[in-house]
């Protein structure tokens, strides 16, 4: 009998595998130890082993998680036992995991795959079944990046972003399109998967521990920069959603505060409020004097890959000019370059 390939599934929580008790809100359960007796079909894929990392709702996620993550899918590549991994995760926070373990690992030799489910396993109509079953097909045939599969497509992890609370299309890519999609045949885009000849090389080992959350700030009509002076004071960098291709009102104060913040050596990115299109910080006159003041944009990156690419950088000890640079360019598909 020909041998199965092994995928190795990494349980983190999220609704998956939660079970509703009458009018409780859902918490998580024990249904994930269930998981081939919910979907027996998996066995026909592949031997699949799975490990418990966590089990919480994965608006508890953490920056420590996403460390023990990446360092037991860096110890699964050099031990060569398993085709691809599964990463079972909360739909809340998956795009942002998705993003960090996309620059944790940036050189993969192994598809990573990121699901989760809007509904429960355990019930009715769930859409934990497909996402599960799509999740493991993506992680034996699909490229060595990582993934996200919800929903019939396959998307690149450091795209993605939450869109939708109760559709069972949960993702959306804004700014790239699906890899692959999961119709009555898998439909691949090969010309879109990121060549393992651009791995960049000055990328470190993963670091022990991660940087907190740099601020990111929506700007609003009518807000008042100054009352987060003291705010910025304890920050290392803020990413400012501006509105369309790169623009706040930049008033004396608001440009004091942002240089002095700069001359402390805190770093300002900034990225658009729209979802869809790339920042360009020269196309108007308020971008451009953002610009000017040593803001710099952060092109199509959604907001995860954005926060994380930071933290990542941050964490592995990189300079402040080679943050800058690195942020607008494309270490593993981030972002567009045109
Ligand atoms: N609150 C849940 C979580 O992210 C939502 C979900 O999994 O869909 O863990």
Redesign the pocket.
């Known amino acids: 009998m020909p041998t199965q390939p092994h995928v190795l599934f990494l349980y983190t929580?999220?609704?998956?595998g939660m079970q509703p008790k009458d009018n409780q809100p859902?918490e998580p359960a024990a249904a994930h130890r269930d998981l081939l007796t919910w979907v027996p079909e998996l066995r026909e894929y592949a031997s699949i082993d799975i490990e418990i990392l966590s089990n919480?709702?994965?608006?508890l996620m953490t920056p420590e998680i996403w460390i023990s993550l990446a360092s037991r899918i860096e110890r699964a590549q050099e031990e060569k036992t398993h085709a691809g991994v599964v990463v079972i995760?909360?739909?809340?926070?998956?795009a942002f995991t998705s993003s960090a373990l996309s620059f944790l690992l940036p050189g993969l030799s192994m598809p990573v795959v990121l699901t989760?489910?809007?509904r429960p396993l355990a019930v009715t109509r769930t859409d934990a079944r497909n996402n599960v079953l799509g999740a493991v097909e993506t992680a034996l045939e699909g490229p060595h990046e990582v993934l996200v599969f919800f929903r019939e497509r396959a998307y690149r992890g450091n795209r993605v972003t939450k869109m939708a609370i109760s559709d069972f299309r949960?993702f959306t890519s804004p700014n790239f399109p699906a890899l692959g999609n999961a119709g009555i045949a898998w439909e691949w885009n090969e010309e879109l998967f990121w060549p393992s000849t651009c791995r960049p090389t000055m990328w470190g080992e993963i670091p022990d521990k991660l940087p907190k959350a740099p601020l990111v700030l929506p700007w609003l009509p009518g807000l008042d920069f100054s009352d987060l002076q003291p705010t910025l004071d304890l920050q290392w960098a803020l990413i400012i959603e501006a509105f369309g291709s790169g623009n706040i009102p930049l008033p004396d104060n608001t440009r004091e505060i942002l240089s002095g913040f700069m001359e402390r050596g805190g770093h300002v990115f900034i990225r658009s409020q729209v979802a869809k299109g790339q920042v360009a910080l020269d196309m108007y006159a308020p971008g451009k004097e953002l610009m000017q003041l040593g803001a710099v944009g952060a092109l199509d990156m959604t907001r995860e890959a954005t926060v994380t690419k930071l933290m990542v950088m941050q964490g592995m000890g990189l300079d402040g000019d080679r943050v800058r640079y690195h942020m607008t360019q494309s270490l593993c598909g981030e972002l567009t370059i045109n």
């Open positions: 929580g999220g609704t998956l859902l919480i709702d994965s608006s995760h909360g739909t809340d926070t998956l989760g489910s809007q949960a």
